[in-house]
């Protein structure tokens, strides 16, 4: 006589944030994303005591850190999105920086944002350039081909005397500046919060100078805002699906006709611009460059921002060049040891998250099924015996 067993019930999945974020109103979500790009914007101003930097400005650093976070963001469309590794990232950014110099600076007085707009359509057409014949290689030929490019990019700055060689480029012209008012930050003693309201100690909103590199900080995260809306509206189109499609397999992507190779130029294109865009920001910012300011060891950095917030995920990017910018900073004391830490820290990540602090949607879908899997595994091996 058999006995029949019943399977044991599955415990209903516990609801992850992104579920409890998608059943909020809508109103609701607009107001917390709001209050939250509020809090950045006056974060320089509130000095933080276990944020700030001790060792450095602290509108400084913010203003580094928002400056990776944006190249982060562009290498993520080319690296996370088309799964293209980009090795000479940095070229792009080189690029973008040397544009709004030399024609705002060394060969010109072309105003500002016309120095923009020539700096990413430069930097577009260059990635074009450079797509249109090396895209149809893949793998490690594709990464040592725009190794090769940053390097390039690098010592030709260094080797053109109409660039101005070794010496590089001073004076490149800063945003034009609207002195509205003055904003005073915060003095902690230890949990107490006074106001300071000296005039070394307040950041004068939309004023551009060489000291105060706050208004660039929020320069920056108004463009970082932009670039977040236009990757969300792109990532749920069409041509976000078929960069997705493109990555995960390629020749299925083909036989289901999606123009891969049009996709990819697409992505290593828009890639370029966002990487122009931060370059001339940063030469906007600094006020002078030179070819050691585009070194390749840039361009692993931006790769390490990506890897480290997860590829694929635009918030995990803009993590990541948060922790390599960031974290360098307000660890300054150990500067000896900063590579070697660092080193520690991408071996554990390596090891224990593999995807990145936030790995992609798709990255978490696979693992709960994974999940699921070995759990039904498990229940009908127990169902057997």
Same mark, same amino acid.
């Given at each position: 006589?058999?006995?029949?067993?019943t399977?044991?019930?599955?415990?209903?999945?516990?609801?992850?944030?992104?579920?409890?974020?998608?059943?909020?109103?809508?109103?609701?979500?607009?107001?917390?994303?709001?209050?939250?790009?509020?809090?950045?914007?006056?974060?320089?101003?509130?000095?933080?005591?276990?944020?700030?930097?001790?060792?450095?400005?602290?509108?400084?650093?913010?203003?580094?850190?928002?400056?990776?976070? =944006?190249?982060?963001?562009?290498?993520?469309?080319? =690296?996370?999105?088309?799964?293209?590794?980009d090795?000479?990232?940095?070229?792009?950014y080189?690029? &973008?920086?040397?544009?709004v110099?030399?024609?705002?600076?060394?060969?010109?007085?072309?105003?500002?944002?016309?120095?923009?707009?020539?700096?990413?359509?430069?930097?577009?057409?260059?990635?074009?350039?450079?797509?249109?014949?090396?895209?149809?290689?893949?793998?490690?030929?594709?990464?040592?081909?725009?190794?090769?490019?940053?390097?390039?990019?690098?010592?030709?700055?260094?080797?053109?005397?109409?660039?101005?060689?070794?010496r590089?480029?001073?004076?490149?012209?800063?945003?034009?500046?609207?002195?509205?008012?003055? /904003?005073?930050?915060?003095?902690?003693? &230890?949990?107490?919060?006074?106001?300071?309201?000296?005039?070394?100690?307040?950041?004068?909103? =939309?004023?551009?100078? /060489?000291?105060?590199?706050?208004?660039?900080?929020?320069?920056?995260?108004?463009?970082?805002?932009?670039?977040?809306?236009?990757d969300? /509206?792109?990532?749920?189109?069409?041509?976000?699906?078929?960069?997705?499609?493109?990555?995960?397999?390629?020749?299925?992507?083909?036989?289901?006709?999606?123009?891969?190779?049009?996709?990819?130029?697409?992505?290593?294109?828009?890639?370029?611009?966002?990487?122009?865009?931060?370059?001339?920001?940063?030469?906007s +910012?600094?006020?002078?460059?030179?070819?050691?300011?585009?070194?390749?060891?840039?361009?692993?950095?931006?790769?390490?921002?990506?890897?480290?917030?997860?590829? &694929?995920?635009?918030?995990?990017?803009?993590?990541?060049?948060?922790?390599?910018?960031?974290?360098?900073?307000?660890?300054?004391?150990?500067?000896?040891?900063?590579i070697?830490?660092? &080193?520690?820290?991408?071996?554990?990540?390596?090891?224990?998250?593999?995807?990145?602090?936030?790995?992609? +949607?798709?990255?978490?879908?696979?693992?709960?099924?994974?999940?699921?899997?070995?759990?039904?595994?498990?229940?009908?091996?127990?169902?057997?015996?």
């Amino acid at each position: 006589m058999s006995t029949a067993t019943t399977p044991a019930k599955r415990s209903p999945a516990k609801p992850t944030f992104a579920d409890r974020w998608t059943t909020l109103p809508k109103p609701v979500q607009i107001a917390i994303w709001v209050l939250i790009a509020l809090f950045f914007f006056i974060l320089p101003l509130l000095n933080l005591p276990i944020v700030s930097t001790e060792d450095a400005e602290f509108g400084a650093v913010l203003a580094t850190v928002a400056n990776y976070a =944006l190249v982060a963001l562009g290498l993520n469309i080319v =690296l996370g999105y088309a799964g293209l590794l980009d090795l000479g990232y940095v070229g792009f950014y080189a690029i &973008g920086a040397y544009t709004v110099g030399v024609f705002g600076s060394l060969h010109g007085q072309v105003p500002w944002f016309v120095l923009i707009v020539m700096a990413v359509t430069i930097s577009t057409a260059s990635g074009l350039l450079l797509g249109a014949p090396t895209l149809r290689v893949r793998g490690d030929y594709l990464a040592i081909v725009t190794l090769g490019f940053g390097e390039i990019i690098r010592l030709t700055a260094l080797n053109t005397e109409w660039l101005n060689g070794a010496r590089g480029i001073t004076g490149i012209p800063r945003p034009p500046s609207t002195e509205l008012f003055g /904003l005073p930050s915060l003095v902690w003693d &230890g949990a107490v919060a006074k106001v300071d309201l000296g005039e070394g100690a307040r950041s004068v909103f =939309l004023k551009f100078g /060489l000291l105060d590199a706050v208004p660039y900080y929020w320069l920056a995260l108004a463009v970082i805002i932009l670039v977040l809306i236009a990757d969300r /509206l792109l990532q749920s189109s069409r041509v976000g699906r078929a960069w997705e499609a493109t990555r995960e397999d390629e020749e299925a992507a083909e036989l289901n006709g999606v123009p891969t190779f049009r996709f990819k130029l697409l992505a290593f294109a828009m890639g370029a611009f966002v990487g122009g865009l931060s370059g001339a920001l940063y030469a906007s +910012r600094v006020g002078a460059i030179n070819p050691d300011s585009f070194m390749i060891q840039l361009s692993m950095m931006f790769l390490a921002a990506v890897v480290i917030g997860g590829q &694929g995920n635009r918030w995990g990017a803009i993590v990541g060049g948060v922790v390599v910018a960031y974290l360098p900073e307000r660890f300054r004391e150990f500067a000896d040891f900063r590579i070697v830490v660092f &080193g520690l820290l991408l071996l554990l990540l390596a090891n224990f998250r593999p995807q990145g602090l936030l790995p992609p +949607r798709r990255a978490r879908r696979a693992q709960r099924a994974d999940a699921v899997t070995k759990e039904l595994e498990g229940t009908e091996e127990g169902a057997r015996a």
